[in-house]
Every structure is written in C-alpha cells, then in structure tokens.
C-alpha cells in the first residue's frame, strides 16, 4: 500500500478513535473538516482556510447558544488534513437539532460543499442528515456517486477547490481590510479634534477661534462621515484600470456624496471638507496597494503624486464654478505657489504628512504596545506642530494674510525647538493664546494630522502585521 494512504488511513482511524473515547461521558460530540480531493488534504492554505471555516461555525453555534465544551477541544492536522473535535455541553438542543443547524450552516455558507460537519449523538451514533451532497465540481450528482465512480480527474477538482478557496479568502481579506480602513480614518478625525488644547482649533475643551461649530459639531459630522470610508476602501480595493486617473471622477463623486452627508448633519457648517479631501485619497490609495500586498509609504507618495500631477492648474488655474470666485482660486491667485493650500500639499505627495508628522508619530508610538490618552495628547500636539511650522494653511492665508501665517510657522518653530524642555509648556501656551488673539485656526494643519494618524496606523495595524 502507498505509504501516503497508509498513513490517511491511520490518520482517519485515530478520530474514530478519538470519538470513541468521548462516549464513556455520554456526550454529543461535533466534529469538524474540509472536504479536500486528492493529497496532501492540508498546506499553507488549506489550513488558514479551515482556520477561518472553524471560526465562523464556532461564532454560529454559539448564535445559537450552543455551548461547546473548550475543555475538551481536539484541534490537529493530520495526514487526513485539518480536524476539529469537540464535546457539545448545553442541554437545550438534541443531537439531532444540532445537526440539523449546522446543515443550515453548510447549506448557506458561500462554500460550504467544501464543509464537513458531523455530529454523533450521546450513544455514539452518526446523525444523518438522510440527503446526499451534490458533488461541487460537476453539481450534477451525488458526491458520493462521483467519488466511487471516480467521475472526475482529481488534478482538476483539486484546481477547482483551491480556486474558489483562494477566492473565498480573499473576500475576507478585502472585507477585513476595508472595514478596518473605515475605522481608522475615524479615528483619526476622533483623535484630531480631541486632542486639547490646541491653537485656534475645536478641542474636546474649548471651540478655539470658531463660533459656529464645537466638539460636538466634530463628533456628529464625523459619525456621519464614516459610513462612508468603507465605501471608498472598497472602490480603491477593486479598482481594476490600468489608469488610476481614471479613478478620480469617481472618487470625487464619493466625495461629493460626503460632503452633503456632512452638510445635512452639521446644518451647513464646514466641518471636515479638507478632510474629507485628504482622507479620500488616502484610504483609496492605501486599499488599492493593500489589495496588492505591495503597500509601502514611498509606493503611497508616488501614486497620490501620479494622480494628482497637475492638480493645482486643474483645479485653481481655472473657474471651476460659476459665478464669485472661490476661497481656494483667490488665495492662488493672489499668492502663487504659497496659496495652493490643499491641493499643492497633495500634488507634492504630502510632505507634511510623510515628512513632517510621521517621523515625529514613528519617535513617540512606536515602542508603545497600546496608545493611551496621555501618549496620544504627547504624540499628536508634537506632530500638529511639526505640521504647522511647514504648512502654508491656506485658511489662514485668506483670511489673515501673509505675515500672520509667518509668524504662526515661526512660532511653532520654537515650540518644536523647545520640546520636552521645561520651556515648552509655556511657549506653547502662547502660541494656543496668539491664536486666540488674532483669531486664526490652522485648520488645514488639522486635516493634515488627521491624515498623518491615519497612515501611522495604516503602517502600524495593516502593513506591520500582515508582514
């Protein structure tokens, strides 16, 4: 005999044997494993496969309230492929009701011909569902039929199996990655504006130099943006084209569609407008390098410069609009390089974030295992200031002109220079009073560092841990 199918054989007879012993405690049992044509019945993928099938039916019985005994968990890869092997302890359920359950289960899962869950009653009898499975390659006959006849060449079922697995997987992946896209660009809007104090700006404590919109403003809006990252996510997941240009009509419709959401639950306050901006390009182009396996932050900086190459003339150079000129085409206009604001921050591939902020992220979080209140209130205020004394806000442009946005680069500047000096408390109280002074709020420097959170814990929870 081929020492392979010896040792199948083997394999299959110690479960038989591992359920027999379960009989003396009167017991049901339920077991659990892959139906896989063909050797080896386990590799990398198999296994990772039945890990989350094994996962979901633990999640589904216990839906159920059907209580599994984990002291009694047999979980092994064998030579019969991936096992799982467990005593059921609740009483409300037969075996038979069990059975029946986690028929439905098979029944309903998007692969559940490659399923097997079985369940013997207290007596150590089999319980049978009484229907024959259709064999998942030809979907024609019974399973059983084509098995004994050896209907179909095992080369090509077992194709067949790692395709729809491999499929099956990767839906989980895109799903795990864009659910987890949308939670961390909402926290970065969270963490943004709960970081206090700070100069000119809404805080969890004070409304700084705005008198239309207060924390709760922030929280509203941003509950009502982030229904809507995933959705981006999801886009950029996918996106086929050879073209990511071609992505940008799309994205900016996204947009537009958030923006009203904003809107309508801030009753016309501008909330995150340059956020929403920043924001949807970066969760579209990190889901799209994600979707690849290829995300780093130099692939990040030079697709979001691909995109966006000749932004600035496209977006300012021109009347977009009718009618009166807007914020952001004045300040170009009567500014040049230094007026582009926003645009001129992400045609450039985002140096404040990448070259400013995240450095400063990278020196106070990375030696951290979790991120409390008081690392984050350290971290964030470093790195907002590090943005500020870089970026030419066009908010403040406009509205202060030229000399006053010098001077509040000039004085974080200082404040940087003076971190973690006993000094530093106190300058950097001034600079949060000159704000209120002169009543400016940097704004753009805001969205920046919500931005710059985002792609620390797009690196921190998403690339790092995939590695």
């Known amino acids: 005999m081929d020492k392979s199918i010896e040792e199948l054989l083997l394999a299959k007879d110690r479960r038989r044997d591992l359920r027999m012993q379960r009989l003396e405690r009167g017991c049901i049992t339920l077991s659990f494993n892959l139906n896989i044509p063909g050797l080896p019945k386990s590799n990398d993928s198999f296994h990772a496969f039945f890990t989350t099938c094994l996962n979901e039916l633990q999640d589904y019985l216990l839906s159920h309230r059907i209580v599994i005994n984990r002291e009694t968990i047999h979980c092994e ?26 028929e439905s289960f098979e029944t309903n899962h998007p692969v559940g011909r490659f399923l097997d869950v079985d369940v013997v009653d207290e007596k150590g009898e089999p319980i049978s569902s009484g229907k024959a499975k ?3 390659f030809c979907n024609n006959a019974p399973a059983i039929y084509c098995m004994r006849k050896q209907a179909h060449d095992y080369a090509a079922m077992r194709m067949k199996v790692e395709l729809e697995i491999s499929k099956y997987q990767e839906s989980k992946r895109k799903n795990r990655v864009c659910k987890q896209l949308a939670i961390l660009a909402t926290q970065s809007l969270l963490h943004e504006v709960a970081l206090a104090p700070k100069p000119g ?9 705005h008198t ?12 009502a943006l982030s229904v809507s990252f995933k959705k981006i996510a999801e886009f950029g997941y996918t996106f086929s ?4 240009k071609d992505a940008l009509p799309n994205l900016r419709l996204i947009g537009l569609e958030i923006e009203a959401d904003m809107f309508a639950e801030t009753h016309g306050v501008n909330t995150h407008k340059g956020a929403i901006f920043l924001l949807g390009f970066s969760i579209f182009v990190s889901a799209y390098l994600l979707a690849k396996e290829s995300f780093s932050n130099e692939r990040f900086v030079s697709i979001i410069q691909a995109m966006n190459g000749d932004l600035v003339a496209r977006e300012l150079g021109k009347k977009l609009y009718l009618g009166k000129e807007t914020h ?3 300040c170009f206009r009567r500014f040049g390089k230094k007026g582009q604001g926003i645009r001129g921050e992400i045609q450039a591939g985002m140096p404040c974030v990448f070259q400013k902020a995240l450095p400063v992220l990278y020196q106070h979080f990375d030696s951290e295992k979790i991120l409390n209140d008081k690392l984050l209130n350290k971290g964030l205020t470093h790195a907002l200031l590090a943005i500020i004394s870089q970026n030419d806000d066009s908010n403040i442009l406009y509205r202060k002109g030229e000399e006053i946005l010098e001077e509040l680069k ?5 404040c940087m220079d003076k971190y973690g000096t006993a000094q530093f408390d106190a ?3 001034a600079l949060v009073e000159f704000c209120r002074h002169k009543k400016i709020s940097p704004g753009g420097s805001a969205d920046l560092l919500a931005v710059s959170y985002f792609m620390y814990n797009v690196n921190r929870q998403l690339v790092w841990n995939d590695e």
Do not use: H, W
Not at 77 to 102: M, N, R, V, W
Not at 212 to 223: H, V
């Open 201 to 209: 700006l809404v805080d969890r404590f004070d409304e700084g130099s």
């Open 212 to 223: 239309d919109m207060d924390f709760s403003t922030f929280l509203n809006s941003t509950a």
């Open 328 to 330: 952001g085409e004045e």
């Open 77 to 102: 890869t064998d030579a019969a492929g991936d096992f799982f092997l467990s005593e059921i302890i609740d009483p409300d359920y037969s075996a038979i009701q069990i059975k029946k359950l986690c």
């Open 427 to 429: 300058d950097y109280e």
């Open 134 to 136: 259709l064999c998942f």
């Open 241 to 244: 084209g050879d073209n990511l």
């Open 410 to 414: 000039n004085r974080a500047v200082a």
